[in-house]
């Protein structure tokens, strides 16, 4: 009994340190595995509530879309009937000719006059999107893979910016490729975590005037094989993807990251957290550098279950 109950002490408590996904994968690998009637019971219990929180989680986000759409779709529509109102005649009848007898290409629709009239501090989410795409398919025009790609923009309630995410295809497992943000003086800046730097809280000033890429350094294509990606550029790589993936920024002082090269000449890096005490550490995750350069994250209970997660090393 008493080993019973230190087991399941010690299994909450590693159980605590985990976000909803891995605590959800580690309560089915125990209940799957435990012979133990009242840990199973136990940790039963705590599948249930996980699964209902998950519920109610999915129910609020689909709630606060359609607020959202709402919302903008109201905005939308009062900013339409003020410009109706205040726009001089000659000026609707000038819009209403042009737009009668051209075709305009929403993908080049910005010119030099309009870019320097704009105000940066107060664009539009298309021109946000735009500016960024700009920004992005010079960086890396040379690397094709990353040509295709999705934004998403977001606010953030401290700082009061907005963020571009820029995120791979849906079908591509890599959470995320970049973020971008506007600044208070209306100037695009992206992560100094991004730029290689380490830092995920730094900011870089990236272009100053909406649609300019002048100061954009084009990313220089860098081909890198396996083997010569030594076992720390290999932890540097977990550590990229675990923090472009975190919702909030990692204190790696509370991971133990471990590497070695198997019989297969890959490179294996296991993640190890710390109890809040750090008297003890417990393997939470693997990952492994493959012989065609992809970076997999596997599970500790199995050696079967493996995802690509990052598709290139990039220095």
């Known amino acids: 009994m008493v080993n019973s109950k230190e087991h399941l002490n010690h299994l909450l408590e590693e159980l605590s340190q985990q976000n909803n996904k891995n605590k ?106 735009r500016w960024v795409s700009a920004v992005w398919e010079k960086r890396f025009e040379n690397f094709p893979d990353l040509q295709d790609y999705r934004l998403t923009i977001r606010s953030d309630e401290k700082d009061r910016l907005v963020y571009i995410d820029v995120l791979p295809p849906e079908n591509k497992q890599v959470d995320k490729y970049c973020v971008f943000r506007v600044n208070e003086n209306g100037q695009l800046e992206i992560s100094g975590y991004y730029l290689g730097k380490g830092d995920v809280t730094g900011w870089e000033v990236i272009s100053d005037k909406y649609m300019d890429t002048t100061n954009v350094e084009v990313k220089p294509k860098i081909s890198k094989q396996t083997q010569q990606i030594t076992t720390s550029e290999a932890e540097t790589w977990v550590k990229d993807y675990l923090s472009s993936s975190a919702t909030e920024p990692i204190n790696f002082e509370d991971i133990g990251l471990q590497s070695e090269t198997d019989n297969e000449g890959m490179i294996r890096v296991s993640l190890y957290t710390w109890n809040p005490a750090h008297t003890y550490k417990t393997l939470s995750s693997v990952f492994r550098v493959t012989k065609d350069g992809k970076l997999q994250q596997g599970s500790p209970y199995s050696e079967d279950e493996w995802r690509v997660v990052s598709d290139e090393f990039i220095r």
């Open 24 to 129: 959800k994968y580690m309560i089915q690998f125990e209940i799957a595995n435990t012979t133990d009637e009242t840990i199973k019971s136990v940790l039963q219990e705590m599948l249930i509530d996980l699964e209902k929180a998950e519920k109610r989680k999915k129910r609020l986000l689909f709630i606060g879309g359609l607020l959202v759409i709402m919302i903008v779709g109201m905005i939308i529509g009062i900013k339409k009937n003020e410009s109706k109102k205040t726009m001089p005649s000659s000026n609707v009848a000038a819009i209403q000719t042009s737009q009668s007898t051209s075709e305009v290409d929403s993908t080049k629709i910005e010119t030099t006059t309009e870019s320097s009239m704009l105000d940066e501090t107060n664009l539009t989410m298309d021109q946000m999107k």
